[in-house]
């Protein structure tokens, strides 16, 4: 009887302490963000990765303006196609990104991307016709980008909590500081070794840079391994769906000033280092408008400056590019739109994870950035339909932009108020 006992007593000791063990393994596999120190780290890797791809982005424009100037002139719609596929498929991975995520991982993720991307830029330096520049400049790095994209967002608001609109609001900067960048570096090797060795040169600075978020860019927690190939968690929130919508329609309007503020400005007349000048110029004040708007958003509420950032720039648009007939109030809009359009990708960001939770921030991320796919695919050809078929030319696509980012306004003021309720000066 007595050995019985004994036996029992031993392995309900013995169970306990198993299960005390795996639950200390649980909490310290679940970290919580550090909010500093070696998350800056993560942030860091973010920025180079998406200076590497969303910096190319938003220096499309100089490629277009030059290609349909200089290379295939007159076929400005089949040449929006490349900028599309880009732009579309840089969010293609997002259905079954958590499931990316679970299987390889982010690092092998932004390696395949690094490599990727300096290859389809290396292609593109061979190309001698416009559907070549489709499958190399359009569909192979957009792939690239998006496998980088997703781990880049994702990571600074696992690592930050207090400060997360501003760490999101930093690592995003690297987009708008790339394209000042890479406009400037781009221009400046088509003007001297030609447009074919810029290419070869983007894909060299391209190596480097994601090299780096290779070896900085991770997860705070493990991924999950055992995760469906979709995950649908996510549309069981309301909120995600408002959220969702923002996302699909704003990617529709967000993407035409950047490519079409080149090409406008030489319909204007003005020379065509401003032209460069503007699309650079407005990336560079983007990286202002980020990490301006992620910090405010830090005091003020996320969804508040989500809701005045969206509502700002649609205005933008509509009052002050409309309008423009000189150099000097191009540059107003191009400043006026890196502040604010900066603030919305940023904000837009930064909310997810306020609107479903961080146990879900993975799949949410991966869905709303799949949304884009839409209005990245069709936003620059319908764009350029307007311009070359409409009566108004570039004012018709820019008050398609403007009307866009208006009602995209509208539906962050929904958002804001489906968390907050009826008060008017909640912090939300």
């Not at 032209?275 to 405010?296: D, F, H, P, W």
């Amino acid at each position: 009887m007595m050995t019985s006992k004994l036996e029992k007593s031993e392995k309900f000791e013995t169970s306990t302490l198993e299960s005390k063990d795996s639950v200390i393994e649980d909490q310290v596999k679940l970290r919580e963000a550090p909010d500093g120190g070696i998350s800056w780290l993560s942030v860091i890797g973010c920025f180079c990765g998406l200076f590497a791809t969303q910096g190319y982005g938003y220096s499309w424009g100089v490629y277009l303006d030059y290609y349909n100037s200089n290379v295939y002139p007159g076929e400005l719609t089949n040449l929006t196609w490349i900028g599309s596929l880009w732009f579309g498929l840089t969010n293609i991975t997002g259905p079954f990104y958590v499931y990316l995520c679970g299987k390889i991982g982010y690092r092998w993720m932004i390696g395949v991307a690094c490599i990727l991307s300096c290859f389809s830029m290396m292609m593109a330096s061979l190309t001698t016709a416009v559907w070549q520049l489709y499958i190399t400049q359009g569909v192979m790095s957009g792939i690239a980008s998006s496998l980088i994209w997703f781990p880049c967002i994702s990571a600074p608001q696992q690592w930050f909590s207090s400060k997360r609109g501003l760490a999101v609001g930093l690592g995003i900067s690297g987009s708008g500081l790339g394209g000042l960048a890479i406009s400037k570096i781009v221009g400046a090797a088509i003007d001297s070794v030609g447009y074919r060795w810029s290419l070869r040169i983007l894909g060299f600075i391209q190596l480097v840079l994601m090299g780096i978020s290779f070896f900085t860019v991770r997860p705070l927690n493990p991924l999950p391994r055992d995760v469906p190939f979709f995950d649908l968690a996510p549309f069981k929130n309301k909120k995600f769906w408002v959220l969702c919508c923002i996302h699909c329609l704003g990617n529709f309007a967000f993407y035409i000033p950047s490519s079409f503020v080149p090409s406008y400005a030489t319909s204007l007349g003005l020379p065509s280092d401003i032209s460069r000048n503007l699309s650079a110029v407005m990336s560079g004040i983007m990286v202002v408008g980020k990490i301006l708007n992620g910090c405010l958003s830090d005091y003020f509420g996320r969804v508040n400056v989500t809701f005045l950032c969206s509502v700002m720039t649609g205005v933008i648009c509509l009052a002050v590019w409309m309008t423009a007939e000189t150099a000097a109030s191009m540059w107003a809009f191009a400043v006026l739109f890196g502040i604010f359009g900066g603030g919305y990708v940023s904000m837009i960001a930064a909310v997810i994870a306020d609107c479903v939770g961080i146990e879900l921030i993975e799949s949410a991320t991966g869905w709303l950035y799949f949304a884009w796919i839409f209005g990245g695919l069709f936003g620059q050809p319908l764009s350029a339909v307007i311009i070359e078929q409409g009566n108004l030319g570039y004012k018709g696509a820019i008050i398609f932009a403007g009307v866009i980012f208006l009602f995209v306004g509208l539906l962050a003021g929904i958002l804001r108020f489906m968390k907050s309720g009826p008060k008017l000066f909640a912090k939300v």
